[in-house]
């Protein structure tokens, strides 16, 4: 186990206790789950970065980051869904997580036939997950129906948006190899 996998491992450690956190009868749950999501997305970057830096690259971490990332987005939706009963932003928390399947299944297959670098991450993909990090981060901190949390539902549905695009650049990249007859072998 190196640091980047150690905060890897971290990262999907702060789950359940931003599960518990959420749940708990007191005021202040919102600002410390804040606070714990900004923590995991910083653990995000800082992973990825340390890897490179240091060459501590492993399968591990190649398989978990994604991930411990997904886990705590897609966690982190779920538990604002339940508590703004907002259809647009049940809408955009679909798209958001419905993306990440299609997108992770789109690189397995295309790292199956030995293409993954056509499905590379984007910059359009790199500006969505920030959208979205800052978007949970400011739905999470803030109360339903505050101007904080209509702020964040604002930037939920734009992260949404960048996601559909993501998702089409993704597809399209991949689209040749879809429609191929060499793929419909396997």
Same mark, same amino acid.
């Given at each position: %186990?190196?640091?980047?996998?150690?905060?890897?491992?971290?990262? $999907?450690?702060?789950?359940?206790?931003?599960? /518990?956190?959420?749940?708990?009868? @007191?005021?202040?749950?919102?600002?410390?789950?804040?606070?714990?999501?900004?923590?995991?997305?910083?653990?995000?970057? !800082?992973?990825?970065?340390? &890897?490179?830096?240091?060459?501590?690259?492993?399968?591990?971490?190649?398989?978990?980051?994604?991930?411990?990332?997904?886990? %705590?987005?897609?966690?982190?939706?779920? !538990?604002? /869904? &339940?508590?703004?009963?907002?259809?647009?932003?049940?809408?955009?928390?679909?798209?958001?997580?419905?993306?990440?399947? /299609?997108?992770?299944?789109?690189? #397995? @297959?295309?790292?199956?036939?030995?293409?993954?670098?056509?499905?590379?991450?984007?910059? $359009?993909?790199?500006?969505?997950?920030?959208?979205? %990090?800052?978007?949970?981060?400011?739905? !999470?901190?803030?109360?339903?129906?505050?101007?904080?949390?209509? $702020?964040?539902?604002?930037?939920? $549905?734009?992260?949404?948006?960048?996601?559909? @695009?993501?998702?089409?650049?993704? !597809?399209?990249?991949? @689209?040749? #190899?879809? %429609?191929?007859? #060499?793929?419909?072998?396997?």
């Amino acid at each position: %186990m190196n640091i980047p996998n150690i905060l890897t491992s971290v990262r $999907i450690l702060m789950i359940p206790v931003l599960v /518990v956190i959420y749940y708990l009868p @007191w005021e202040g749950r919102y600002h410390t789950c804040a606070i714990i999501f900004a923590l995991a997305a910083i653990t995000d970057w !800082l992973d990825g970065y340390l &890897a490179r830096k240091l060459n501590q690259t492993s399968a591990f971490g190649a398989f978990f980051d994604p991930v411990a990332d997904k886990l %705590m987005v897609s966690i982190a939706l779920v !538990l604002l /869904v &339940a508590s703004y009963s907002n259809p647009l932003m049940t809408l955009a928390s679909a798209v958001i997580v419905g993306r990440e399947i /299609v997108i992770s299944a789109l690189r #397995e @297959w295309m790292a199956e036939m030995g293409k993954r670098a056509s499905v590379a991450v984007s910059y $359009i993909g790199k500006l969505k997950t920030a959208m979205q %990090m800052l978007a949970i981060f400011i739905l !999470l901190g803030a109360r339903p129906d505050t101007l904080p949390a209509h $702020i964040g539902e604002g930037v939920l $549905i734009a992260a949404a948006l960048l996601t559909l @695009w993501s998702m089409y650049v993704y !597809l399209k990249a991949a @689209w040749p #190899e879809l %429609m191929s007859k #060499e793929s419909d072998k396997n």
